[in-house]
């Protein structure tokens, strides 16, 4: 249970690209292929290793619909990582990217790593988003670019993983304030050299500095 | 008022001695001075003081300054002092409670201000983001009363403030943040305020944990020193718990976050616990504590979640620290309750911490299993009453799902176990069973009854189990004992509770089933329990629970009791009862009051002891079989499989052996006829053969005739003769071909003979016809020469008579 660093991730994207199902092949390596309407937000949470350190993730998988916005909104400012989903196979939620990611950068704190990823990739025959105008709209952006699929599990893990690489690597290049809880990111509480109940305080520089080095 | 008014004075300047001036008025006039005011001093003042008569004249300050209030709240944002007025006086006037010194107002008798007040102040939903900025203000002047107003809004309108601060950016970041703020009457005004938000809105909680409530709680409680701290650590817990309390989502946050290991510090008793003794601010907080555990593993929670959570409480080693308070002395007997609910709970159909719980020993001499102790307080009548629940409570969770400890308790019942000298939780179920404490008799009786469920093979074991009532009396078993119980003992609740044992006993179990109806007098106390027709207080439900009885043995029946096989019982039943009465009775029980509560939850919930009469398991139970048996009982008749001839009466026998005669008769003749259309069939096949052999000889011949046609049309000139032969298609055809030919020719021969004779006829004819021709002219030329001769006088004689009438005439 116990971890160096705990992030927080959150997932948006249109209705009905996949979210949860990402999120359920991520944290229980299966596939549901009816899935209830996410009603605001659900909860899931996994261990990763990175760089042979324990890395937590937990994740906020956010309602698509349009009636829930303003209470995802609430999410964006505290996520470290965010995955940007769209559906391959459905044109307009990639044509709706842009507004995704301007109310993630408007809301969320400017160092959050976005992944772009363009889901359901299983269903090349009725694929309406060529995979290079996912990646042209990643360059254009600045943002990492995979291209899932939650039902065969294909990039799942590596969409969640790197996602938490580039957050660490940022940390190592000490652009994160892990400080700052609001960041998204924790110091695991065997990692904080002083009194656990207060990861934030004063112990961290030191564990920064050794992130450094 | 004269107080009052001389504490204006330096706002409103001096009065003259004889005014009347109201309340109203000066309001007014102060409403007026705020809103047309240049000088921001002046402003200032006025807002004081319509603060200070805010609370006496509430209606008149609340009626009039709402709009300039908020204006100023926008204009005048930079001074802390004036938006500190503003806040405070809104707060006062959407105050749910009335103050002491408030003036009556005619208005206050009905309604409340508070909420009229409140309701026009959020009509516009930016008013309420507005405040929600001032949490922002460091200043305490603003800061405070900001927190105070939401807090004082959200008590009148708690729906609708939920939803304008859910949907303001950052709205709840704002009010979390006040969590880690410095001056504590600020935190702990925003910890109420959290503890309103998050009443019963799911998205608002879980917003409130993803801005790390858990972390800045704990921090919080651990600064405060945990369960020894004051109220403020109360209200940290209530906080969580309503972050917890069936949200799911955050349950699993709770759990993955390791939160779990920050609550085992709190459950610690300190070494010197029975000195120091618990403070009832203690006794709140270890209160809120448990019910934080208990809201993690409630059977209320999806499976998956209660059984990750349950692990986690083992792992964090907090079942063991709950265990030593349960062993612990000292401890208030509500807290004792309540722990023993939470082990309960955290054990409840998870192997490995019932296994825990059933190697934990009490610190006793000698040391006993905590399960016995426990359970000497359930039997014990000077026992708390909630306590005695709770236990029970705990005891069903330890059996459930638990076939290893169900065998576990129903072996100490045994006989061979009833030799040692130490008390056994066989030995106190039984005691309790049939002492003289009703309640007992029923804790006893759920509590066996749940060794035995979904666990056949403890039925059959509890079979075994003798008593010994009397000094040198003949040991019966325990069915037996139970049944005597019964019809001895006049207590409702006694009498339920071992009827619930026995209906959970007898399903599923023909060999207790058997045994039952060997008890004398067992049916018919059955029956006459199910054929009453008078009912006093709850008397229903024991018909009810009788008529259940009586149908399991139906159900359940192997038909080796001679006088009740499942043929008489359901006679008996039909006879007797009467089905329609008797399906009356079954569904009294889930109609009744007491079945919809104890099915709710399978805690057990009473605030008195008379109300326990019905358990969450039996009603399970209940509405597994209520159906089982009616259709039993229903359509059993047409089921023949399940009645084997020896249950039949005489004249039934008679009638199925006719019936069954009738139905080989037919057999037979079904048999018969199938095979003669069988023959039928390969007839027909047969004849079908040679039909299709004759017609293909036929098309043959018809190709040959065809084929002789074409030959003789190349060699004769007559084509009718064909054609009449192609008329005569029918001469069989196995006809010789040559004889065919020879009649062809002879025919022609006929023919042409016959038309050489015609001919010759008709030249004949001919002949005759000119004959004739040739004789009229000879006539005539005769005719012609006698008139001559009879002109030359010649006399001639008529040759014959025609031509003498002739003459006659011309005579």
Known sequence: ?213 | MDYFRSGLKSVLGAQPPDQQITGAETVERLVSRVSTSTLLEDRRDACRALKALSKKYRVEVGAHSMDVLKQVLELDRSDCEIIGYCLDTLCNITSKEPFDDENESPLALNVNIGEQFTEMFIKNTENVTLVLSFLEEYDFRVRWPAVKLLTSLLANKPKEIQDIILVSPLGVSKLMDLLSESREVIRNDALLLLINLTKSNANIQKIVAFENAFDRLFEVITEEGLTEGGIVVEDCLILMLNLLKNNTSNINFFKEGSYIQKIAPMLILPENIEEVGWSPQKVSNMHCVLQLVRTLVSPNNPVQIITACQKGLRNASLLEALCNILMASGVPADILTETINTVGEIIRGNLTNQEYFANVMAPSNPPRPAIVVLLMSMVNEKQPFQLRCAVLYCFECFVYKNEIGQGQIIQTLLPSSLGTSDITTGQLLCGGLFSNDSLSNWFAAVAISHCLIDNPAQKEQLLRVMIATNLGAQAVGLLHQSMMHLQQGNRLQSKIGILMLLAMWLAQCQQAVQVFLNIPGAMAFLTAQTSASECDNNEELLQGICALIMGLCVVFNDNSVQNYSKENLSQLIEKRVGLETYCKKLSEISRHEVYAKAAKQPQILAKHSSELLLEFEFCKFFKTFEGVIINALGVQRDLQNGISELSLSEHENALLLQYKELIRDQDKKLHDLQKALTNSQREKEMLKNELDELRQTNSQLNDQNTLLKAQLATNTTSNHIDNNFSGTQIVPPSAPLLQNNENHEELNNLKKELIDKTEELERLRKDQENLLELLTDQDCKLNVFKNRLREFGEVIEDEDSDVGSNSENEV
């Open chain 1, 1 to 213: 249970m116990s971890y160096a660093y705990l992030f927080k991730y959150i997932i948006i994207g249109d209705t009905g690209v996949g979210k949860s199902c990402l999120l359920l092949q991520f944290t229980d390596k299966r596939f549901q292929p009816v899935h209830d309407l996410t009603i605001g937000v659900e909860f899931g949470a996994r261990m990763i290793t990175i760089d042979s350190k324990q890395i937590k993730l937990q994740i906020w998988d956010t309602a698509g619909q349009e009636a829930f916005r303003s209470i995802t909104r609430s999410y964006y400012r505290g996520a470290a990582g965010a995955l940007l989903v769209y559906d391959i196979t459905r044109r307009e939620t990639f044509n709706h990217l842009t507004t995704w990611l301007d109310d993630a950068r408007q809301h969320s704190n400017s160092n959050m790593v976005i992944m772009l990823i363009g889901n359901k990739s299983d269903l090349e025959s009725r694929r309406e988003v060529k995979k290079e105008e996912g990646e042209a709209f990643a360059r254009e952006h600045g943002l990492v670019f995979m291209e899932t699929s939650a039902k065969t599990a294909a990039n799942v893990e590596e969409a969640f993983i790197n996602t938490a690489k580039e957050i660490y690597e940022k940390i190592q290049e000490g652009v994160f304030d892990i400080n700052n809880e609001a960041n998204g990111i924790k110091i695991g509480p065997q990692h904080s050299p002083t009194n656990p109940s207060l990861p934030g305080a004063t112990g961290s520089s030191g564990s920064q500095g050794g992130g450094c080095c």
